[in-house]
């Protein structure tokens, strides 16, 4: 059993003790958080969909749950679709019986389909919104009283800037309009809960980074040269989670705008290939 979520003991710049449900993290950015985290020897709710082995996607919420537990954190498998209400609060439930409340809540699982208008059937249109805007909110909904009763509470989605320029609407509009929705849950859940003490930020990556999506989706394995690992924006996720949650609300953060304030400026050793350049991400 942890410690509560409300104990202040932990040192500063630490999520000893911490309580973090992540939604999607199985593997990529979800899990490299889950990794930094366990490595002061937090706890971990694996939120994914993922049970056994995919043939195209890496990781399983067990298998995700091991490498935690190598890294020196605590792990819970909760196998669940964030688009169902139930299962949310199965797996906030379970948590909070496993390890005595929530003290961060990490939004990063995501829907994608980069594709026009035309394109674009309803099916997907409803997943990319079910996911990525409904399932931000009522994970954020459902984790709420636990998050009110900790010392210092977090929400990060994964979402980028919410830059109205046509560009980014053009090519994939109802992918924008998910992720911008992720964005605007955000805007308002930051000034909603600022006065409780709640942080709510978002933050992307600069580049493209070394996922399931680049590799299935966005150019296959000769894009994955030009990528970041996901542990540049696990640490600059680790950064923006151990401020004191009143410190800094509402904000859009980059990955690298992240690590530059704290002094870091050599990204070469997230590169997957060093000698290639990296892509900008969409949005930035």
């Known amino acids: 059993m942890m410690s509560s979520p409300s104990s202040d003991r ?11 449900f992540i939604t999607g993290a199985s593997r990529g950015i979800g899990e490299a958080i889950a990794l930094r985290a366990a490595r002061d020897g937090a706890a971990v709710a694996v939120i994914g969909k993922t049970s056994e082995p995919h043939q195209k996607l890496r990781g399983t919420v067990h298998s995700a749950c091991q490498a935690i537990e190598a890294a ?15 299962a949310v609060q199965g797996a906030v439930k379970a948590t909070v019986e496993r390890f005595g409340g929530i003290d961060i809540l990490v939004n990063n699982a995501s829907a994608i389909s980069l594709t026009g208008t035309s394109s674009t059937p309803l099916k997907r249109f409803d997943l990319m919104h079910s996911v990525n805007v409904r399932g931000t909110f009522l994970c954020s ?3 709420l009283p636990w998050l009110e009763k900790s010392s210092n509470p977090h929400i990060l989605t994964l979402s980028p800037p919410p830059d109205l320029r046509p560009e980014w609407f053009a090519p994939h509009l109802a992918y924008t309009l998910s992720k911008f929705g992720m964005s605007l849950c955000t805007l308002g859940l930051a000034a909603e809960l ?11 990556p600069k580049t493209m980074i070394a996922t399931a999506a680049v590799e299935n989706l966005l150019g296959g394995s000769q894009a994955l040269g030009h990528c970041r690992r996901p542990a540049i924006v696990a640490d600059a996720a680790y950064l923006i989670l151990t401020r004191p ?13 992240v690590l530059r304030e704290a002094g870091i400026s050599d990204f070469s050793g997230y590169a997957v290939d060093p000698k290639l350049q990296p892509h900008p991400d969409l949005f930035v």
Not at 72 to 86: H, K, N, P, S, T
């Open 141 to 143: 909904q459902v984790c």
């Open 10 to 20: 932990e040192p500063a710049r630490s999520l000893a003790g911490k309580v973090l």
């Open 194 to 204: 600022g006065p409780r003490g709640i942080a709510v930020n978002s933050l992307w």
């Open 72 to 86: 020196g954190g605590q792990a819970l498998a909760c196998v669940a679709d964030i688009r169902d209400e139930a």
């Open 245 to 257: 949650s009143r410190e800094r609300s509402g904000q859009f953060c980059i990955d690298e705008d």
